[in-house]
């Protein structure tokens, strides 16, 4: 079933093989069980749990270059799999391959965008982004890490609020100062969970756009995780749609063939546009539903 | 000009009267008509003998407060110290305790916190500790040290060091996950973790921790004095045994003003480190 599902493409675009040698990262087999609680304590307070299995059996290989969406219904262990990917969550069963060597847990080749920012309230934008970069490239002088962070700041367009608080800002900026931080320490993939979904419509449209912008000018490897079906078709080279939890799985991968750069406004003219969209509507739609009678039972 | 005539009054009725007579100015005015009202019914009542005998009056408690306070600096042996030498002695054995219980508490509650183990392990010491009255640790100072000022700042820094601790480790075992994960995901050390991430995330903690045990250390000097010689709590004892009420209701003022104040800039501390998180 999951080299099915990697094989399987809905516009009949030819699929990588399984053991695609250009795939920049290799989700083989994974399997994520949360353990249940069985320890003495537990026996005692009358509070042991079951095992979970929360992801069963995905396979997925990204290439370089390729920005791609995870898209499910609620609960479907989208950030589980992004965790996963991350290395802040360890793999229950299978293997995740980074340029061909296993991920053993977090480290700055990859660079995470969090859905509530996540950024250090007590440090200023300027000094949020030091942070990552004197982490990351602690053997660089005083003067590159500054030019390292200027450049950030202007890819951002955060200019001028550079010693301002966290708090100080709108929920757009601080996603703002979210992405710069990830994208200052040069990781070879972009994990992105929910990015925008803390904002507002006009905010997260006007950041899509900006994050299409950013994206055309490095064309980094992206893992987004989305709930908006018209953002993973503005931003989007593939999009993995998964089933429900528990066991989630992917079910299909769309390829997304609309020309770069793409804007907002004219994107639903490609004759592909409606099709696509109907697809996943139907796919959300059906899960969705699925999810919603198994809570009622 | 007919139409527009009835909205100009009813704004200006919404606004109230005046626009000087905002709520801060009320609150002022209402303070200052309880106190004259309080003061009144306190020295009428003293001077028709409702209260307990020998009650001072308003006045003649005010006459003392305006003595001690112009006076503050005299020296006629241990039972005749003006007022202010005796606040700089409270104030300095609460300083040397309050100073060393925050030099324990602090960096052990950071310890404690970090580790989840340590954390449920020490839980109980502290659990059984916090609630014990800072007197019943004094016959066991001074048997210790055989010292009234060494016992004195041994109460303060047995009966502050609680609160910091506590919130301390509160403080640093719940920080935010997502601070972590940052700092997991850039790849930073231990060590940088703990004093660029966990530190500074749980500061609003610590600072609240530290506001409660300076509280609490007033609280306990003025007891532990009555027991132990100078100080105001002594002051306190001291008139007590001339049977002067007056000057005990002086020294419970200035004991209540400078506990103020020094809320009052930990409360200023605590809003610095805050940058917008509620503490």
């Known amino acids: 079933m999951s080299i099915a599902s990697v094989n399987y493409s809905s516009n009949g675009a030819v699929s990588p093989e399984p053991e695609f040698p250009s795939a920049q990262l290799s989700i083989r087999n994974v399997t994520k069980v949360f353990a249940g609680k069985r320890d003495i304590f537990s026996k005692l307070s009358g509070k042991t749990s079951r095992d979970f299995v929360a992801i069963e059996d995905i396979s997925l ?237 | 000009m007919a139409v527009s005539q009835p909205t100009l009054t009813k704004t200006k009725g919404a606004n109230g009267s005046a626009p000087w007579l905002n709520e801060n100015v009320k609150a002022l005015g209402l303070f200052i008509i309880s106190l004259v009202l309080f003061l009144l019914f306190w020295e009428i009542g003293a001077n028709l003998k409702l209260f307990a005998k020998g009650m001072p009056t308003a006045s003649k408690t005010l006459q003392e407060l305006w003595w001690w306070s112009t006076h503050p600096f005299f020296d006629n042996g241990p039972n005749d110290l003006g007022i202010g030498w005796n606040l700089l002695i409270s104030l300095r054995r609460v300083a040397i305790g309050y100073f060393l219980a925050s030099a324990i508490a602090v960096p052990l509650g950071i310890l404690i916190g970090i580790s989840p183990i340590a954390y449920k392990a020490f839980n109980p010491y502290v659990q059984l500790l916090k609630p014990v009255s800072p007197l019943a640790w004094l016959p066991l100072g001074l048997y210790i040290f055989r010292d009234s000022e060494k016992t004195g700042i041994f109460i303060i820094l047995i009966s502050s060091i609680w609160p910091t601790l506590i919130n301390t480790a509160f403080g640093v075992a719940n920080v935010n996950p997502e601070y972590l994960d940052v700092s997991k995901t850039l790849g930073a050390s231990r060590i940088r973790t703990i004093f660029k991430v966990i530190i500074p995330a749980a500061l609003p903690n610590i600072v609240s921790g530290l506001r409660i045990s300076m509280g609490i250390s007033w609280l306990v000097i003025v007891a532990a004095e009555m027991l132990l010689g100078t100080g105001l709590g002594y002051f306190i004892w001291n008139e007590w045994n001339n049977l002067y009420i007056p000057n005990i209701l002086v020294a419970i003022f200035i004991i209540g003003l400078v506990g103020l104040i020094l809320d009052n800039i930990f409360g200023a501390l605590e809003k610095f480190v805050a940058f917008g998180r509620k503490a």
């Open chain 1, 61 to 297: 290989d990204i290439e370089p270059n390729t920005f791609v969406s995870i898209i499910g219904p609620s609960g479907c262990g989208k950030s589980t799999l992004l965790n996963m990917v991350a290395g802040l969550s360890p793999v229950s069963q299978g293997e995740i391959l980074l340029n061909g060597s296993p991920i053993t847990g977090p480290g700055p080749d990859r660079g995470m965008v969090f859905q509530n920012y996540a950024l250090m309230p007590w440090m200023t934008v300027e000094e949020n982004i030091r942070f990552a970069v004197e982490t990351v490239f602690s053997k660089l002088s005083p003067k590159q890490i500054n030019r390292a962070i200027k450049e950030q700041i202007q890819l951002v367009g955060l200019e001028g609020a550079e010693k301002k608080h966290p708090h100080e800002l709108s929920g757009g900026m601080r996603q703002r100062v979210g992405i710069a931080r990830a994208l200052a320490i040069n990781p070879q993939i972009l994990l992105m969970d929910e990015p925008f979904g803390a904002l507002d419509a006009l905010t997260r449209g006007f950041l899509q756009s900006e994050v299409e912008r950013i994206w055309e000018q490095q064309r980094k490897t992206v893992i987004m995780i989305t709930h908006s079906i018209e953002e993973a078709l503005l931003l989007s080279d593939r999009i993995v749609m998964m089933t429900r939890g528990p066991a989630a799985r992917v079910d299909e991968i769309l390829e997304v063939p609309f020309p770069r750069p793409r804007d907002r406004n004219t994107i639903d003219q490609h004759p592909a546009y409606h099709d696509l969209k109907a697809e996943m509507e139907s796919h959300l739609f059906r899960e969705t539903r699925a999810v919603e009678e198994s809570r009622i039972r």
